[in-house]
């Protein structure tokens, strides 16, 4: 049997000490060969305390240019074969990283891989939960984008034989812009079909904010004019697709995850009626 590749994850961080203690700690008990690097901008809130002596993660303090030159500048220091990025305020389920190596390694040809995602408050309590389906062109530039980060993991192939970063220009519509890129290029994507993260809901997400709704849809503006003309009708493809692939059907679960009241071990929870609903 042949060795699962490394993974490496990026961490953007900028000042959100509590939230970061329960990212590191979800990504340092997977259970397999990776690499947390935490690109940290100067924070000043008590996290360059503890981080730069933890050995879980290889920590990086510079100032950047906003989040996405950030997770670039990571993803360039990293040498793990399997890349992902993972907010302060999202986590790893347990063995989510075994999971997602092992896909790659039996599926050579796919560059892209997203898993499911569930959303929690900011007591670490179940909301909603996200499962993917891959991303068509018109609907992730006209609508939104379907997938969530914590749950996307990409081959290095997509920086090195692509070329493929982030778009340091974005503010907060960067995945979205990124995701388009790959499908313009026809990259190879799959679904893993399990959960594999957590997004914490902590009332200062940057996607909740005005400034993250203006400039989705400036970018949503900028998508082609048949798009935008066909919107309705691609909404409702992606609905059909969604129907027939079994998105909105999911049998009550259990997942275990840190929180702010135990940090240090994961707390499970079960789940007796799932939703695919957002509720913000």
């Keep these: 049997m042949s060795v699962l590749p490394k993974i490496s994850v990026i961490t953007p961080s900028f000042s959100q000490s509590a939230w970061l203690k329960l990212c590191v700690a979800s990504v340092a008990d997977q259970g397999v060969e990776h690499e947390h690097i935490v690109q940290d901008a100067g924070s000043d809130d008590g996290t360059l305390d503890w981080l730069c002596a933890d050995t879980r993660v290889k920590t990086f303090v510079e100032k950047d240019d906003g989040m996405y030159d950030a997770i670039n500048r990571g ?38 891989l997203f898993g499911d995602a569930v959303a929690v408050n900011a007591a670490g309590e179940y909301l909603w939960h996200r499962k993917m389906l891959r991303p068509l062109l018109w609907h992730t530039w006209a609508c939104h984008l379907s997938t969530l980060t914590c749950g996307t993991f990409f081959r290095r192939s997509i920086l ?3 070329g493929i970063f ?10 979205g812009d990124w995701i388009v890129r790959l499908l313009q290029e026809r990259t190879p994507m799959a679904e893993l079909r399990r959960f594999t993260s957590v997004f ?6 940057l996607s909740l904010t005005e400034q993250a709704r203006a400039e989705s849809r400036a970018w949503i503006a900028s998508a082609p004019t048949m798009a935008r003309v066909l919107k309705p ?27 702010q009241a135990q940090p240090a071990t994961r707390v499970a929870r079960r789940v007796t009626a ?7």
């Design 233 to 259: 009708l691609v909404v409702a493809h992606h609905r059909v697709r969604r129907l027939f692939g079994g998105i909105y059907a999911q049998a009550p679960f259990e997942f275990a995850l840190h929180t």
């Design 160 to 162: 090195d034989q692509r």
């Design 75 to 112: 993803l360039r220091k990293s040498t793990g074969d399997i890349l992902a990025y993972l907010n302060c305020d999202e986590q790893y389920l347990p063995g989510a990283l075994a999971a997602v190596a092992e896909f790659f390694r039996t599926h050579p040809k796919v560059e892209v």
């Design 200 to 205: 914490t809901l902590t009332g200062d997400n």
């Design 274 to 280: 799932p939703t695919a609903r957002w509720r913000w």
């Design 166 to 175: 982030f778009d340091p220009r974005r503010r907060i519509v960067g995945d």
